[in-house]
């Protein structure tokens, strides 16, 4: 009996029963296959690896699968230098090095690629490639290596030049090309091979223009002091366990000296002395900028108006800037004035003579609409106010326990009475006045320190009466008033450095934890000693000490034509987390490091990564373990189906 009307209900059925089993079974998104992490392979050169008598014009390096030629072209270095710079293309899996010039003879050429070759796909990395070959019939096989950093703050310099000489004249560096070169990585690590034996110079610089010589003043430069003599020893292992009938297994390595080399590099300090810019920025303010410091010798004349006393000087610390207050208001009043200034230059043979250098300082008052002037004066009879300026105050609502009140003036002041001047408690209804001090900021032109003894957690008024100061044009001071209120004592943090081997002058940095390492607070010491930070906001910091040979109070950078190397620097490498209400001591020997490396590490942020990667594992391995259960083959209903 055959089921009539059925067949379709059935096979309607069982189309809906394998579209749900065949949907249970691909739950999840399609794999595509595993990902290419396999960089290419070398498998074949023309010519051989240290080939020796080679004479070809090109290099051929035929890889496992198909590469992008595109970083290749920056990234090798070919040392010896060439003169031209090599053509760089590729023919299906090989890449070609054609050699634009003839090559040296009896020389072996090293190719360094770094990590430029990578394949077409993913960009694999072939890691630190190096190839090389002999156009003589020996090899040479010595090599230099070391790090490149920067000698002020310690961190890697990359793509920096590498370069040894053979020619040990001192000047060779500006003029000669070098016989050997590298180029640092991103750790400013270098390495230089295949180097025939013999005395070199070593240097390191910032080769801006790519000329493979040192300009001075305009580049960085690092070098070694003593000469470069590289030599290679094999050190044997005799192999006891493995012996043959006479002899023993002999095995070993190879050291290659000198040891890795670290070189501090600097912008020396040239001294070509020229005024960068001169500006009259008001009738009464001229500022001129100075590319070298003019402390030993200055002096500037008003041509046609010579008078004893018509301006004020104030230099900046550096001594290479000058702003010029025009005191006389009668020769303010010029348009036009022509100044004379003297300092020191360098003649030919680089000895200094008085140079004399005339400039014209014009200023012109801004055009006013006269239209609208006399329009607005008609509508509004105007009054005419006593002129007043206003002290800039670095005052907020928050004063720190060992805050200073700070007054800035836009002019030099003539006079300032202190009677006039209040500092008293907020809630003090007869305002009985607080014995301050102001002091005159040394370091700071037209600033003044307003300093207390602060007590913790108080509410302080400060004023400033109106015409307090006047300034050098008779221009008096406004009013000025404002409340604060100082920290608590427990909301600040110590820290304290124990000092051993100390061998000389020493600078002791605190520093904001930042790229800019700026200096928060600095002292100094030349002897083994315990040094304290106090009242310290619960913030991240860096610390710095500097090796202040010559003991002039801040860091100096190296002189080649002096043969002087820059200040050594050290680092707490340790993001140091203070916290409010907390002291702690660190334990530091300064005696001298050559191999020091900077690797500051932040603690808390290290281990906050390390909770985001394993959560990020567990995730992953979460995904991985629910995907696996709906892959095809697996029984997700837990039964058997007949």
């Not at 949907?23 to 023309?46: F, H, Q, R, W, Y």
């Not at 050290?570 to 916290?579: D, G, M, P, S, W």
Request: hydrophobic share 35%; with cysteine.
């Amino acid at each position: 009996m055959k089921p009539k009307g059925k067949t379709p209900l059935l096979i309607i059925a069982t189309l809906a029963w394998i579209t749900i089993i065949s949907s249970c079974a691909n739950i999840g998104m399609p794999t595509g296959g595993l990902k290419d992490t396999i960089p290419p392979e070398l498998v074949n050169t023309s010519p051989e690896l240290r080939a020796l008598n080679y004479d070809g014009k090109e290099v051929r390096l035929t890889f496992s699968e198909y590469i992008l030629p595109d970083e290749i072209s920056e990234t090798l270095v070919i040392s010896p230098p060439l003169t031209k710079r090599p053509t760089i293309r590729t023919k299906s899996k090989t890449l070609i090095i054609q050699f634009n010039e003839d090559l040296k003879d009896s020389t072996t050429y090293s190719l360094d690629f770094k990590n430029s070759v990578v394949d077409n796909n993913e960009k694999n990395p072939l890691e630190n490639l190096r190839f090389s070959f002999s156009t003589g019939p020996d090899y040479d096989s010595l090599r230099v290596a070391g790090r490149v950093i920067n000698a002020f703050n310690l961190e890697p310099l990359e793509k920096a030049l590498v370069l040894l000489q053979s020619n040990l004249h001192d000047s060779a560096v500006f003029k000669v090309i070098p016989n050997y070169i590298a180029k640092t990585d991103e750790q400013g690590l270098f390495m230089i091979d295949n180097i025939a034996a013999g005395e070199y110079h070593l240097f390191a610089l910032n080769d801006l223009n790519n000329d493979l010589k040192y300009n001075e003043g305009a580049e960085e430069i690092a070098f070694v002091d003593d000469l470069i003599v590289p030599r290679a020893e094999f050190h044997e292992n005799l192999d006891t366990l493995v012996k043959g009938v006479d002899s023993l297994l002999v095995l070993g390595h190879t050291h290659f000296y000198p040891d890795p080399v670290y070189l501090r590099y600097f912008t020396e300090d040239i001294f070509e002395q020229y005024i960068e810019t001169s500006d009259r920025e008001t009738r009464y303010k001229c500022v001129f900028l100075f590319n070298e410091s003019v402390e030993d010798a200055f002096d500037i004349k008003l041509l046609g108006h010579e008078k004893a006393d018509w301006n004020l000087k104030e230099f900046n610390p550096n001594m290479d800037s000058l702003t010029l207050w025009i005191t006389d208001t009668t020769i303010a009043r010029y348009d036009s004035l022509f100044m004379e200034l003297s300092y020191f230059m360098l003649d030919s043979m680089r000895q200094p003579f008085v140079y004399k250098d005339t400039l014209l300082m014009k200023y012109s008052d801004p055009k006013v609409d006269e239209k609208k002037s006399r329009k607005r004066n008609e509508e509004e009879p105007e009054v005419k106010e006593t002129p007043q300026f206003n002290w800039t105050i670095s005052l907020s609502g928050t004063m720190e326990l060992n805050g200073n009140i700070t007054l800035t003036s836009p002019e030099p002041v003539a006079s300032i009475d202190t009677r006039m001047i209040h500092l008293y408690l907020k809630g003090d209804t007869l305002k009985t006045p607080l014995p301050f001090q102001l002091s005159e900021d040394v370091n700071v032109f037209r600033s003044y320190q307003i300093s207390y003894d602060w007590e913790p957690e108080t509410e302080y008024t400060f004023v400033i009466d109106s015409a307090a100061s006047v300034n050098i044009y008779g221009i008096s001071s406004k009013a000025f008033s404002r409340s604060f209120k100082t920290r608590e004592e427990d909301y600040y943090g110590s820290l304290t450095f124990a000092f051993s081997n100390v061998q000389g002058p020493m600078i002791l940095q605190l520093l904001k934890n930042d790229d800019q390492e700026s200096v928060i607070r600095q002292t100094f010491f030349s002897a083994d000693e315990n040094i304290t930070f106090n009242l310290l906001a619960p913030e991240k910091y860096k610390v710095k000490v500097i090796y202040d040979t010559n003991n002039n109070g801040k860091w100096d950078p190296g002189s080649y034509q002096d043969k002087i190397q820059p200040e050594r620097v050290a680092y707490v490498n340790e993001v140091i987390k203070l916290r409010s209400n907390w002291s702690e001591t660190h334990q530091w020997d300064v005696t001298p490091d050559m191999t020091f490396v900077k690797n500051i590490v932040d603690k808390e942020l290290e281990e906050k990564k390390r909770k985001e990667a394993e959560e990020k594992a567990r995730k992953e391995q979460q995904n991985e373990q629910q995907n696996s259960m709906f892959k095809p083959g697996n029984n997700i209903g837990g039964g058997n189906m007949n």
